[in-house]
């Protein structure tokens, strides 16, 4: 674990991107821009869930890395799946029971924990699962290589 005072302040600085998130959500609309270099072409962006969101977080900020992807994607209106590294399941078991209470549907977010031993199988699976339209990865080098994030297109 880490000491209370850097876990408090981690609490602190994840709940800060919640708050961030949650109040870009209400801005959330089509945008029309004028193109900076054509004055003739006109731009628009439409800003729309994409479907289901898988969140891999590393060890050491288990917290913040967690809401940092999760509140982009749930303000997005996206669904997501959260594997926590095995180290450090209980945050992210924790924030979901948080968002069970902030009445958030059932099914909106998830958490897939598994063994260090099951890490690879379970990263390939979320990674090139037809179902999961976005993955966000933090963690190693090594990890990424082995958990399935490099067999993702586009990646």
Same mark, same amino acid.
């Given at each position: 674990?880490?000491?209370?005072?850097?876990?408090?302040?981690?609490?602190?600085?994840?709940?800060?991107?919640?708050?961030?998130?949650?109040?870009?959500?209400?801005?959330?609309?089509?945008? =029309?821009? *004028?193109?900076?270099?054509?004055?003739? !072409?006109?731009?628009?962006?439409?800003? &729309?869930?994409?479907? #289901?969101?898988? @969140?891999?977080?590393?060890?050491?900020?288990?917290?913040?890395?967690?809401?940092?992807?999760?509140?982009?994607?749930?303000?997005?209106?996206?669904?997501?799946?959260?594997?926590?590294?095995?180290?450090?399941?209980?945050?992210?078991?924790?924030?979901?029971?948080?968002?069970?209470? =902030?009445? *958030?549907?059932?099914?909106?977010?998830? !958490?897939?924990?598994?063994?260090?031993? &099951?890490?690879?199988? #379970?990263?390939? @699976?979320?990674?090139?699962?037809?179902?999961?339209?976005?993955?966000?990865?933090?963690?190693?080098?090594?990890?990424?290589?082995?958990?399935?994030?490099?067999?993702?297109?586009?990646?």
């Amino acid at each position: 674990g880490k000491p209370l005072a850097e876990s408090r302040g981690e609490v602190l600085y994840g709940n800060s991107f919640l708050q961030w998130f949650s109040e870009e959500a209400k801005r959330v609309r089509g945008d =029309a821009v *004028l193109h900076g270099s054509k004055r003739d !072409v006109r731009q628009l962006f439409i800003k &729309q869930p994409v479907g #289901v969101a898988a @969140l891999i977080t590393p060890w050491n900020f288990p917290l913040a890395m967690l809401t940092r992807k999760a509140g982009a994607a749930l303000a997005a209106g996206c669904c997501v799946v959260i594997k926590p590294a095995e180290d450090t399941p209980l945050t992210a078991l924790a924030f979901a029971k948080i968002t069970e209470k =902030a009445k *958030l549907p059932p099914g909106v977010v998830n !958490v897939v924990t598994c063994s260090r031993e &099951q890490t690879p199988a #379970v990263g390939e @699976l979320l990674c090139t699962s037809s179902k999961v339209k976005k993955v966000s990865f933090t963690g190693s080098t090594a990890v990424g290589k082995d958990g399935g994030t490099n067999k993702r297109n586009g990646v």
